[in-house]
């Protein structure tokens, strides 16, 4: 297999080698210092923790000095400048991302101590959770260690592994409860079974949606590419269901689908309605139609045309040029639309929450409703994490097929 | 045989090819030259019904190609374009295999066949077998195109500016070995060039395409003899005329018997070469006659400086 083209995970920037060397001056990883200067000032001014008396009562912020014990924070400090240091001064990516999962590591157990260090024993009103400071040296870590797989020019496969590998180490730290005193916890706590029902919902609806998306949009994309005509009217039509909000759209949904199931009493029992899950389900699969469409048609039209000609002429039928030259050559780009899709209607799924779609969004809401921010971040939190891994599966597999020809 | 009787196509008003008529007979090679925009590439795309004409008749060894279906009728064609068509996403073998596969033959019956082709062409299976188009040269990837159109082993190939792509010293190496594959597989073969010196280097016959039109159909002897239409002549280059004459002449048909009162020549040009080189070999020596040699390097006759201008004075 030939060298991947790019190595960029989820889109992020591609690890853009430091300039530093030709400047005497400043002989650091500009990233690296950029970096670590935010964390610095992250960890010095912004508040560590905040502590509440109850789920919606003010918080208290508490500086990263206070928060922990005084070994501990000596011990976290002392982990962060090492990691600052490598940030700034080391080059070899594979110390970088080393550093970087380190600190992320040393940054979780920190937040876990505090927490537990703030609950009173028996409190089951107080709310702790990570301050700014924690929030932004998190991000700040998460970057570099982005940035050092970026610059590791992994293999798709091994960008999937790598995935797997985080995923693993988040799943144990709340299985081993390392989280459990922290109040977005607290709210997972007592919702437990909701969240379930509504995570799996979210993927139906997300998935399930670019799923249809893709039955309806690649054999039209097929049928746009082999009639010119066709092409024009079908993608300005998607395009303009693209423009409209999806608020307003799911709106618009609601009117037909309330007809339809007063007049055939019999969809309703397949879950037909004006609002909830059907509209929901509908708006995205036409949100998802166009990138689908657009993608299948713009890949099919970017085989050679000297090599489709070329399969004409030594005797493939229509299907066969099809099958064998235009969809294989296509198959990266339509990769690439159902990538967007997929992360798209993760994100607008949240949206169907407010026409009873249920989701994750049901807790953003929910969380908006009682100024529980919390509960709105027990909701998001998910939906991102959720879009970013699609986004790296489908990237590196998209990746993978463009492989041997390229 | 190749049969074209009063073949026309219109692109709307326009005629593209306009009453063609003509035979290309089996084993031979018939070069279409002409300009761009003069209709060869669409008179050739019409042999293998990539393009239907609008009236006229095509047949091929006596049956009308329109009764057979066109992807069964494009098997049993080769078909070699500009810029070689091969396919990014297979391997050099897959490609070549592209035919017999259509075709159903059976694996080990396709792998043998890939191998005995890129021997062929010169290319060595261990080594391109696995390779991607990519990863070849210009020159490579244009015998590599020649392997696919010859894979199923076709009576007729044609080719549409073959060696368009090429620089110039890598193609006249290229129209040698077309030359050589032709002369030992024996297939017919219809060429499309813009390249006149091409057609005079390869074409048993040469048709001249202007317009649409056939403006003459003939060997390259009769083109520069007796042009058909002053057209043919600017195309064939009238100056030239002695010059294309000479080369279309092998030394070593021309070269006379040794006259054994005369000392050997003390140059000499091989069987293979053309009077044209000849006659460059003897102004640039300023010898009166060169030695022929044959492929062991022995002396099989003599060519004279007369006996050179003589095979170029206007027929």
Redesign the interface.
């Given at each position: 297999m030939?060298p991947p083209a790019k190595a960029v995970i989820g889109g992020q920037g591609a690890g853009r080698p430091s300039t530093a060397r030709g400047r005497a001056a400043w002989p650091a990883d500009r990233l690296g210092s950029l970096l670590a200067a935010v964390g610095f000032a992250a960890a010095v001014l912004l508040p560590f923790m905040i502590v509440k008396a109850n789920r919606i009562a003010s918080g208290q912020p508490h500086g990263l000095a206070d928060s922990l014990s005084r070994a501990g924070a000596a011990e976290l400090a002392a982990l962060l400048a090492v990691v600052a240091g490598v940030a700034m001064l080391v080059r070899a990516p594979t110390v970088r991302l080393a550093a970087a999962l380190a600190g992320l590591a040393g940054l979780a157990a920190a937040v876990s101590h505090a927490a537990s260090r703030f609950t009173p024993p028996g409190d089951s009103f107080a709310r702790v959770s990570p301050g700014a400071g924690a929030w932004l040296m998190t991000a700040v870590l998460a970057l570099l260690a982005t940035d050092a797989l970026a610059r590791l020019r992994l293999f798709p496969g091994a960008r999937v592994a790598a995935l797997a590998l985080a995923i693993a180490a988040c799943w144990l730290a709340f299985r081993f409860g390392l989280f459990d005193q922290l109040s977005v916890m607290r709210e997972y706590a007592n919702r437990a079974d909701v969240f379930a029902r509504e995570a799996r919902w979210h993927l139906v609806l997300a998935g399930g949606s670019c799923a249809v998306a893709v039955l309806i949009g690649l054999p039209l994309g097929i049928l746009c590419h082999r009639a010119p005509r066709l092409r024009a009217g079908t993608l300005q039509g998607l395009n303009i269901v693209q423009t409209i909000p999806s608020i307003a759209l799911f709106g618009m949904l609601m009117v037909p689908l309330g007809l339809l199931a007063r007049s055939f009493p019999v969809l309703s029992q397949f879950g037909v309605a004006g609002i909830g899950g059907a509209p929901a389900f509908v708006a995205l699969v036409l949100y998802a139609l166009l990138p689908v469409t657009a993608n299948t048609v713009a890949g099919l039209a970017q085989a050679?045309a000297?090599?489709v000609?070329?399969?004409?002429?030594?005797?493939?039928?229509d299907g066969?040029v099809l099958r064998?030259?235009e969809l294989?050559?296509a198959v990266p780009v339509i990769l690439t639309g159902i990538r967007i899709v997929l992360v798209q209607n993760i994100g607008l799924a949240t949206v169907a929450a407010l026409i009873g779609g249920g989701g994750f969004g049901t807790f953003v809401f929910q969380g908006l409703g009682q100024t529980a921010i919390d509960l709105v971040l027990l909701g998001a939190a998910p939906t991102v994490a959720l879009a970013f891994c699609a986004s790296v599966l489908l990237d590196a597999a998209a990746e993978a097929f463009e492989g041997?020809?390229? | 045989m190749i049969r074209l009787e009063g073949v026309t196509r219109f692109y709307g008003e326009r005629a593209v090819v306009d009453d063609v008529s003509l035979v290309v007979e089996k084993g031979e090679m018939a070069v279409v030259v002409g300009r761009s925009g003069s209709g060869k590439s669409t008179l050739l795309r019409m042999i293998n019904r990539l393009v239907e004409p609008t009236s006229g008749l095509i047949s091929i060894d006596g049956r009308d190609v329109s009764t057979v279906p066109a992807h069964v009728l494009r098997r049993g064609i080769g078909y070699v374009i500009q810029g070689h068509g091969l396919f990014p996403h297979r391997t050099v073998a897959d490609n070549i295999a592209t035919v017999p596969r259509l075709l159903g033959w059976p694996r080990d019956r396709i792998a043998r066949r890939v191998s005995e082709l890129l021997e062929l062409l010169q290319l060595s299976p261990a080594r391109f077998s696995g390779q991607y188009p990519h990863q070849l040269s210009g020159g490579e990837q244009q015998r590599v195109g020649v392997a696919r159109a010859l894979a199923a082993g076709p009576d007729i190939v044609l080719m549409d500016e073959p060696f368009g792509a090429l620089d110039p010293i890598i193609r006249s190496k290229a129209q040698d070995d077309l030359k050589a594959i032709q002369a030992r597989l024996g297939a017919t073969i219809v060429l499309v060039t813009h390249d006149m010196d091409e057609a005079f280097r390869l074409g048993d016959r040469i048709a001249v395409m202007e317009a649409g039109r056939v403006l003459q159909y003939g060997t390259p002897r009769d083109m520069i003899a007796r042009p058909a239409d002053p057209r043919v002549a600017e195309l064939t280059g009238s100056g030239e005329g002695a010059l294309r004459l000479l080369a279309l002449v092998r030394a070593g048909d021309a070269a006379e018997p040794f006259d054994a009162s005369t000392p050997p020549p003390s140059h000499s040009v091989p069987a293979g070469a053309s009077l044209r080189e000849a006659l460059a070999s003897l102004l640039w020596t300023g010898e009166g006659e060169l030695a022929v040699t044959g492929d062991d390097g022995r002396p099989v006759g003599r060519v004279t400086l007369a006996s050179v201008l003589r095979h170029g004075r206007s027929p």
């Open positions: 030939a050679p000297a090599a000609d070329a399969a004409r002429g030594m005797g493939m039928t066969q064998e030259v294989p050559l041997p020809g390229s | -």
